[in-house]
């Protein structure tokens, strides 16, 4: 039990960082605090115990009995990292002290001690186990191992989680960059059907000439031509058509006046010839 109390001092003396937590039958040692309400400093049981002798001592007062676990525990912000419990038994000291008191001294033979006994060795002789107190030096040294494993599987723990949210902040770019491409996609279409329907448009935008009704025109204008060339070059008889006009315009009025020609026709041949007239002007004005 001696080694067990020194080993409980040894730990909280390392530095502040260093508390125990009270265990009985998952009933927690309290302090009467809202902070670490259940994480006891070595400052904290000084204070009210005066050793942390007295205060193993005085734990079977509270109902923590034998099998009383002590976890040492190193606090790390507002998280802890149990290294080691330590179990309790009140049992021995008493066992050890009544004996002591009671068993008369008798002479050991050596034939009389049993086979299962090991006799001490002195502090000076024998090796520290790790993790048993037997001396300061050994024991911070395996304490101090057990919080850098501790940290390392911290920082690994944190090495993980910053290595997912790389993954998935690359997993977040890669959507990204294909919305992206897809948006390109769509305005590229987007685009090329624009362009398409204005090529369309042009291509619909036909001149007079192009539509069904100039075609007439043309097919009427087409027949008469040879007619009007050789009127032209001919002299005008006297006595026939209308001094005013040309033989050329005459003979196209003569065509006109065939049968075949319908007044559709006449209409889209006059707004044809309205058309070059007004193109004329205009071009003479800006002249």
């Known amino acids: 039990m001696r080694e067990k109390?020194?080993?409980?001092?040894?730990?909280?003396?390392?530095?502040?960082?260093?508390?125990?937590?009270?265990?009985?039958?998952?009933?927690?040692l309290a302090k009467p605090t809202k902070t670490m309400k259940y994480a006891f400093s070595e400052s904290d049981i000084l204070e009210t115990y005066g050793s942390i002798e007295n205060f193993i001592n005085k734990l079977p007062d509270k109902g923590f009995g034998d099998g009383?676990?002590?976890v040492l525990r190193k606090c790390y912000g507002d998280s802890y990292h149990n290294l080691e419990k330590v179990e309790l038994i009140f049992n021995e000291v008493n066992n050890v002290m009544a004996n002591n008191?009671?068993?008369?001294?008798?002479?050991?033979?050596?034939?009389?001690v049993p086979?299962?006994?090991?006799?001490?060795?002195?502090?000076?002789m024998a090796m520290p186990s790790v993790g048993m107190g037997y001396a300061s030096v050994p024991q911070n040294e395996w304490l101090d191992t057990k919080v850098k494993e501790q940290r390392f599987n911290e920082i690994e723990f944190q090495l993980k989680k910053v290595q997912e949210e790389l993954l998935d902040a690359k997993s977040k770019l890669r959507v990204a960059e294909e919305q992206k491409n897809n948006l390109q996609l769509k305005l590229d279409t987007a685009k090329e059907r624009h362009e398409l329907n204005l090529e369309k448009a042009l291509r619909d935008?036909?001149?007079?000439?192009?539509?069904?009704?100039?075609?007439?025109?043309?097919e009427v204008v087409g027949m008469a031509m040879p007619q009007l060339l050789a009127m032209a070059t001919?002299?005008?008889a006297v006595g026939m058509g209308t001094p005013n006009l040309s033989q050329a315009k005459q003979q196209l009025i003569s065509v006109i006046q065939q049968d075949f020609v319908t007044d559709e026709m006449v209409m889209n041949l006059y707004q044809s010839l309205e058309n070059l007239v007004t193109v004329e002007e205009n071009g003479g004005n800006q002249g």
């Open 68 to 70: 009383t676990n002590v």
């Open 5 to 28: 109390i020194e080993k409980i001092a040894s730990f909280l003396k390392q530095d502040s960082r260093s508390v125990i937590t009270v265990i009985f039958n998952g009933r927690k």
């Open 205 to 218: 935008k036909k001149g007079f000439f192009e539509t069904p009704s100039g075609e007439k025109v043309m």
């Open 234 to 236: 001919k002299t005008p």
């Open 101 to 112: 008191i009671e068993a008369p001294v008798q002479p050991i033979s050596v034939a009389s």
């Open 115 to 124: 086979q299962s006994y090991v006799q001490p060795q002195s502090p000076a």
